[in-house]
């Protein structure tokens, strides 16, 4: 390959860099040497260089149901005239997936102690139904009382392989509650596998929705149960669950694992 130099501005030459360039020199006025015809020769040549950006591949869709977003990432900046970066966000869908329809299934949900209230209009209770019905974004969430261990557990009568759990909680209530999946009621059903955990609210909506993709694989079961330890008295609010399964496995009628 050929040796580039540049001038240092009196006799002589310094040498730079070898090609094929492995990375980018100022922009400039460069004295390059040459053979021709057996002669060395040197010429001044003016090195302007043009890069185009480079990007990663798409990453996977950030929903396991649904409508989500892919990212990529800038691995080589533009340079000169080269071309300018692609976007690096889009809009994806995965539709192998399907959200559980409580109402129709005929779930049934059930919390720990349940919680009543009591003001000028009246007073009610919290019953753990109220976060299948369905309803985003009111102060008519489940509820326990005060206690220092929380659960919430729906059963949704025949097993299916949840991919993903979607949560909607008043404020930081539900801040890293555990989710499990299975269809064994032993030990209260804290023997089923772990689904994943619900993030800290990180905004300061009153109603704080996250979408917890059960990890590192997709769970059988016929049971979504979550649970969290508070330290001290804690009062949880669990306003609304939805369920995504794998469509193209469908559900297990016998209700315990794949191998039935």
């Known amino acids: 390959s050929n040796t580039i130099y540049q001038s240092n501005g009196t006799a002589g030459f310094k040498q730079l860099y070898l090609t094929p360039l492995t990375f980018f020199p100022p922009e400039g006025q460069y004295q390059c040497e040459y053979m021709a015809n057996n002669i ?8 302007v260089f043009s890069v185009d950006c480079q990007v990663s591949s798409w990453s996977s869709c950030s929903s396991s149901c649904g409508r989500g977003k892919q ?22 869908t995965v539709t192998t997936c399907g959200q559980i329809d409580m109402n129709a299934i ?15 209009g009246g ?10 019905d369905g309803i985003t974004n009111t102060q008519k969430c489940s509820a326990t009382i005060r206690s220092t261990n929380y659960w919430w557990r729906v ?12 949560t909607q909680f008043r404020l930081s209530r539900g801040d890293g ?12 059903g804290n023997s089923n596998p772990r689904c994943g955990t619900v993030p800290n609210r ?18 059988w079961g016929r049971y979504i149960k979550l649970e969290k330890t508070y330290p001290g008295d804690g009062f949880a609010g669990l306003c609304e669950l939805k369920a995504f399964y794998e469509l193209d496995v469908g559900v297990l009628h016998n209700n315990s694992s794949i191998a039935d």
Not at 71 to 92: E, F, M, P, W, Y
Not at 177 to 188: H, Y
Request: net charge positive; hydrophobic share 35%; proline share 4%.
């Open 106 to 120: 005929n779930a049934v949900a059930t919390h720990g102690p349940l919680a009543t209230w009591t003001n000028s």
């Open 71 to 92: 990212t990529r990432t800038v691995t080589q900046n533009k340079v000169g005239n080269g071309a300018d970066c692609l976007s690096l966000s889009q809009d994806c």
């Open 40 to 47: 060395t020769k040197i010429k001044t040549v003016k090195l």
């Open 155 to 166: 059963d949704l009568k025949t097993a299916y392989l949840i991919k993903s759990v979607e």
């Open 123 to 132: 007073s009610g209770s919290l019953p753990a139904s109220l976060a299948i």
């Open 177 to 188: 509650s555990v989710i499990r999946v299975g269809s064994d009621l032993t030990n209260d």
């Open 202 to 219: 990180n905004n300061g909506n009153n109603y704080w929705t996250s979408t917890i993709v059960c990890s590192p694989l997709p769970l």
